[in-house]
């Protein structure tokens, strides 16, 4: 039985989390075809001119040997595998044809944990109310085998406060608890650790800065040690250009992502501190070489990795080009430094179908997570292709959406919505608040 979180003075306390040992197991392939079964049958055009209501159900067959049947308005990009497969069987193709085997009832909507209601559509509601309780138990106590997140603890408050922003929740009634969180966790030699005692991170700096921006009130924000933040972040800026994402920690794009972030929310100067290394190579500001820095980082494939030489990947895409947005205007600095061509053949083959949803690297499944790590790259990139944009008026976008929407849409509603409440990677695995935020940030 999956363990529920204590209650205590709460009207909601449902939500559960599983614990990482109850994980499912990712071998189990039980009463799954390893190939894809390319049917033509059942598919919806007949269905589909019957006219239903928004948040109507479809009615379930009584019949138990009744095939169900797929929800109106689903076209059949999202019912069927792929008609092209790879003759290659590997273990690779075996696992995403599995995947796929396991979306499609989601997809279609027959599945029997989704009770409605569908859309016209065909497209399942965004539970809400089950989210929203899910959030708000996430910024309480956790089971034991959440203590190997514990340096995750920044991460665990800013990915529920974003999605409660998000979903248009009151967040202020946690500010007290949000600013005691992270009074010990700041460092005396600047930045946040992942907890008290820890090392200062750029990424548990960023969690911890942005938690407090969007928590905000005075005592929030003159928490934060601006000056100690400017002098430790100087201390990670690298010859090279980049950032290390620790004093003695490893250098790629997510410490130049979150460096910049801290450095322009924070309105700290741009030139780096009198003691910092990187002046003895001649670099003077913090984004010295930054940008040659970001460009060095697109592979052969088109898509961004996390340091020169390493493998595109979704997330480091994102960091990289929200740096290069932050660095100056979209269309002139990913225009500079990114092979845009190159980079839109990568990102647009990391959405699937039927999925729907996105995968971070070549090869691999789609993973909710990517909707917002993949999916935010997109309205960057848009932006670099549409330039700047008049103050008033309508928006003159010349490129449109260049990703499905629809499909993205489909694979967070329809396969990641979890029974009580957040989002999880794909069916079969369990929910984490981190994949509620990073899948409900793109759920719009
Ligand atoms: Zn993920």
């Given at each position: 039985m999956p363990i529920v979180i204590a209650a205590s003075g709460?009207?909601?306390?449902?939500v559960r989390f599983t614990t990482a040992n109850q994980a499912p197991k990712p071998g189990n392939t039980q009463n799954h075809p390893i190939r894809p079964k390319v049917s033509t049958?059942?598919?919806l055009s007949a269905a589909s001119t019957t006219t239903y209501t928004d948040h109507q159900s479809l009615p379930r067959p009584n019949d138990e040997m009744c095939e169900p049947q797929v929800q109106p308005g689903v076209p059949v990009l999202f019912t069927t595998p792929p008609l092209l497969l790879d003759a290659l069987v590997t273990e690779t193709s075996e696992v995403q044809a599995e995947t796929v085997n396991k979306c499609l009832p989601f997809l279609k909507g027959i599945h029997s944990t989704q009770n409605g209601p569908f859309n016209r559509f065909g497209v399942p509601a965004l539970t809400r109310d089950e989210h929203v309780a899910y959030l708000f138990d996430s910024l309480e106590d956790y089971p034991e085998g959440f203590v190997a997140m514990d340096a995750s603890r920044p991460w665990l408050v800013y990915w529920a406060l974003a999605a409660l922003s998000l979903l248009g929740e009151d967040i202020s009634r946690v500010r007290e608890r949000v600013v005691k969180s992270f009074i010990p966790m700041q460092n005396p030699t600047g930045g946040f650790g992942g907890g008290h005692g820890q090392l200062s991170h750029c990424a548990s700096s960023y969690a911890a800065v942005l938690s407090l921006a969007m928590i905000g009130g005075e005592e929030a924000y003159s928490l934060i040690d601006r000056e100690k933040m400017w002098r430790w972040l100087g201390r990670l800026k690298q010859p090279d250009g980049g950032f290390r994402v620790c004093e003695g920690g490893e250098e790629d794009v997510r410490g130049a992502y979150c460096a910049m972030v801290i450095i322009s929310l924070l309105d700290l100067p741009l030139i780096l501190p009198p003691e910092a290394e990187a002046r003895q190579h001649g670099l003077e500001t913090f984004d010295s070489g930054l940008s040659a820095y970001l460009s060095r980082c697109q592979t052969f494939e088109g898509g961004i990795s996390g340091s020169p030489g390493s493998e595109a990947h979704g997330a480091y895409a994102f960091c990289a080009l929200a740096c290069l947005c932050i660095l100056g205007q979209p269309e002139v600095t990913v225009a500079r430094c990114m092979d845009v061509p190159l980079l839109l053949s990568w990102l647009s083959a990391r959405q699937y179908a039927p999925e729907g949803g996105f995968s971070g690297r070549t090869n691999k499944l789609v993973d909710g997570c990517y909707s917002h790590w993949v999916g935010s790259c997109w309205p960057l990139i848009q932006s670099a292709l549409d330039g700047a944009q008049p103050a008033a008026g309508p928006k003159q976008s010349s490129v449109g959406n260049l990703y499905s929407r629809e499909g993205l849409t489909r694979y967070i509603l329809g396969c990641c919505q979890a029974k009580f409440g957040g989002l999880r990677d794909k069916p079969g695995k369990y929910d984490l608040p981190p994949e509620s935020v990073v899948n409900g940030a793109s759920a719009d």
């Open positions: 709460r009207q909601r306390r449902k049958s059942g598919r």
